[in-house]
């Protein structure tokens, strides 16, 4: 699909950025509700996602909106939890008898390729046996409610003997039998707790997570054609002072990207008449359509040579013309 822009929030340079993401968040969900739709997941990048927790993530939370983002380097840590048997691995609990071989992955840079990335993506995917599950949705305050893995029979614990007799090809934890463990035990992560700014519906790294947050390359293509592509948006494109006139040139200028977005995405020639094609017409390239705009024959140019003048698309035949 295109990538459009729904709305914009400029404000002033050095300003707090996830005010202003939160600012156009509200405004677009007042406007998605006046549709009956509701604004419930965002993807972000780690300008937003790494602000103070109770700058952005928590006030999301008490929204009810959740978040897809990336972990910066200083995020993605092994943090133990308030209760014994449990850490904290990439913001998400887990239990601690866990393979040593996947606390620290690392997922691929830049510069990798679609296959290093799924299979990198694989192994994050070893991680869902150990991970504690979401027990239902968050409480009206914010506070999530995990439970360990046994209880959703991901891994077989020696702790707990009926575990042991489900499928053998569950994973099995290094739990030694008689010491506690948290493989059934039950965690709250409060809205204030700091731990929660990482909190994604997907597990970080899995293959799931990577299709969910790889919407976020919509508002890089949008960027791109701000920028590039359909635009060219850079230092001096506008030439006033002040919030307000740069708001409403930009507003003109990101209106203008959404509607060379469209002509482009759907071949739209404005200078045919206004007829849409049956379902499952093949649409002519537009390159072999007639030429309009500054390449189109003035309607009181010499005919042709090779045969009888054709009508220009929209305007009356030759016959016709006074």
Known sequence: MPALALGMELTSAGSNKAAAGLTLLDRVSTYLKTRGDVLTSVC????????????????????????????????????PADRPGIIFLDGHPFVANMPKRLRELRRPGLNATSEEKAEQARIYNERWAYAFSTNGPPTRNGAQRYRGPV????????????????????????????????????????????????????????????????????????????????????????????????????????????MAILLSRYEYDPAKPETLPAPGTQLEPLAQRAPTGSNARHPKSPPPANGPPRPIPGEQPWSDIN
């Open 44 to 79: 972000v990048d780690r300008g937003y996602s790494m602000a103070a927790h109770e700058n952005w993530a928590q006030h999301l939370i008490e929204r009810g909106i959740s978040q897809h983002h990336d972990l910066g380097a200083s995020e993605k840590r092994l943090e």
């Open 151 to 258: 209880h959703g029979k991901k891994v077989r614990c020696p702790n707990h003997p009926e575990s042991m007799r489900w499928d053998p090809r569950k994973p099995l934890t290094n739990c030694t039998p008689g010491q506690p463990c948290a493989c059934a035990a039950t965690l709250t992560v409060k809205a204030d707790d700091k731990r929660a700014r990482h909190r994604q519906p997907e597990l970080y790294g899995t293959e799931k997570w990577l299709k969910r947050y790889g919407a976020r390359n919509l508002i890089e293509s949008f960027n791109a054609s701000l920028k590039n592509h359909h635009m060219r948006l850079q230092r001096h494109s506008t030439r006033v002072f002040g919030l307000s006139k740069n708001t409403i040139l930009l507003g003109f200028i990101l209106a203008a990207t959404n």
